[in-house]
């Protein structure tokens, strides 16, 4: 069982990296892409000065504004944030510190409001030295997924758990304990991103 679970966390880790690794490429590319639109803004700054000032005036308010609706409208949404603290059945589970990555700032470092309607993926990756315990994934109130760890009194217990999920605008999705106290330890981890 312990093995399968060592192979299952080595398989979540994979595709937790996987999630990072493409969610930067994601951040670049949209980086690059600010910076043609700031280099092409600016451009047309120099070209203001050499051309007629009203005619060039409006071509650089219609270029900062096509800029400006091309982020305002992404569909990219993602948030990776490291957890921890000690915990009781009430509380929702916190990011240790802010995220380490929060495309679309839909994570406020507790809870995941959707702003996009669409498909999502959830990956929790718990490490605790609260034996046979967990951390539920929660939508709006309902329980949906536990990510147990194992039953061993000594050291750290480690679990995790993956989940697709439909979301509408406004849905939320958190952490809570699954029962009693239940210690986070800082390098455990949630994941969330819109995969459609």
């Not at 047309?44 to 409208?73: A, T, Y």
Request: aromatic fraction near 8%; charged fraction near 20%; include cysteine.
């Amino acid at each position: 069982m312990e093995r399968v679970l060592d192979e299952w966390n080595i398989t979540l880790t994979e595709k937790v990296r996987d999630l990072e690794m493409n969610t930067q490429k994601k951040i670049h590319d949209m980086e690059k892409m600010m910076r043609q639109v700031l280099l092409t803004v600016n451009q047309m700054d120099v070209k203001l000065e050499n051309s007629d000032v009203h005619n060039m005036s409006l071509e650089i308010e219609k270029l900062k504004k096509e800029g400006f609706n091309h982020v305002k409208n992404s569909t990219d949404i993602g948030f990776t944030a490291r957890l921890g603290g000690t915990y009781s059945r009430s509380d929702i589970i916190k990011a240790y510190n802010s995220p380490i990555f929060n495309y679309g700032n839909a994570y406020n470092g507790s809870v995941f409001t959707c702003p996009i309607q669409g498909l999502y993926l959830f990956q929790v990756s718990l490490i605790s030295n609260t034996a046979g315990d967990g951390v539920f994934i929660y939508k709006n109130g309902h329980q949906l997924i536990l990510a147990y760890t194992s039953e061993r009194s000594q050291g750290l217990n480690s679990g995790s758990v993956s989940l697709v999920i439909n979301l509408d605008i406004g849905d939320q999705v958190y952490l809570l304990p699954n029962s009693g106290s239940l210690r986070v330890d800082g390098e455990s981890v949630f994941t969330g991103v819109k995969i459609n």
